[in-house]
């Protein structure tokens, strides 16, 4: 079972909408981190948190540790959203290996 | 200066051929990683350095050899690679521990 879930895989939006993404995972974590990846591109971290709630600009990321889940949403989603968005959670100590969820692939349409 | 710069952003070599990726950071983070990425697949972790000493070593064939010379700057040195080597290569670095990770932008290669 794969240690991280990621729900959907594919998302097709149009221009304005309200996009989420979720993200459940299995493991005991100290932090967990939203990536986003544009096709051929490299990575941007988005978010790290640990508890309650970030907000950065159109993007607000939650997390509900006792849940082991985690939302990104993206408010009047615009098509340069488009991209992969990575869940990627850590334990933390001295373990420095994330473990990555296997994306959400979002198209944003005009 | 908050990023991590990867250099070259391309590289295409022969199986034959010594190469080295670059990758460089002043934040003062003291973890640093690479990643290898193939194509709609999620990364997967190779090295870890901390404090400039290896931390963990994936099972990556000796084909590739990582050098972390100070805490700016790591190097992977490739040689003798095959074609299904070829993928894009992801440098990270963090805080300790492991929190507050900035990834370079990759460099992709391509063996031919």
């Known amino acids: 079972k794969n240690e991280v879930e990621q729900s959907p895989q594919n998302l097709t939006a149009q221009e304005g909408e309200f996009i989420t993404i979720n993200c459940s995972y299995s493991?005991?974590?100290?932090?967990l981190h939203w990536l986003q990846q544009h096709p051929g591109g490299g990575i941007v971290s988005l978010f790290m948190?640990?508890?309650g709630k970030k907000k950065h600009g159109r993007l607000i990321a939650t997390i509900n540790i006792q849940e082991k889940h985690s939302s990104l949403h993206i408010t009047a989603s615009h098509p340069r959203d488009s991209a992969v968005y990575i869940c990627?959670?850590?334990?933390?100590?001295?373990?420095?290996?994330?473990?990555f969820g296997k994306g959400t692939l979002l198209t944003v349409n005009p | 200066d908050t990023e991590v710069t990867q250099t070259p952003k391309h590289l295409v070599m022969g199986m034959t051929n010594k190469k080295s990726l670059k990758c460089e950071q002043h934040m003062g983070h003291r973890a640093m990683y690479w990643y290898k990425q193939k194509a709609k697949k999620p990364p997967e972790l190779m090295f870890v350095?901390?404090?400039?000493?290896?931390?963990i070593n994936e099972s990556v064939p000796s084909r590739f050899s990582p050098e972390c010379p100070n805490s700016s700057l790591l190097n992977l040195h490739l040689h003798a690679l095959q074609p299904e080597d070829s993928a894009l290569y992801l440098c990270?670095?963090?805080?300790?521990?492991?929190?507050?990770?900035?990834f370079g932008s990759g460099t992709r290669l391509t063996v031919v």
């Open positions: 990627a959670p850590n334990s933390g100590g001295s373990n420095y290996k994330l473990t």
């Open positions: 350095y901390s404090y400039e000493k290896l931390s």
């Open positions: 493991v005991g974590i100290s932090a």
């Open positions: 990270a670095s963090s805080t300790v521990p492991n929190y507050g990770y900035t």
């Open positions: 948190l640990s508890s």
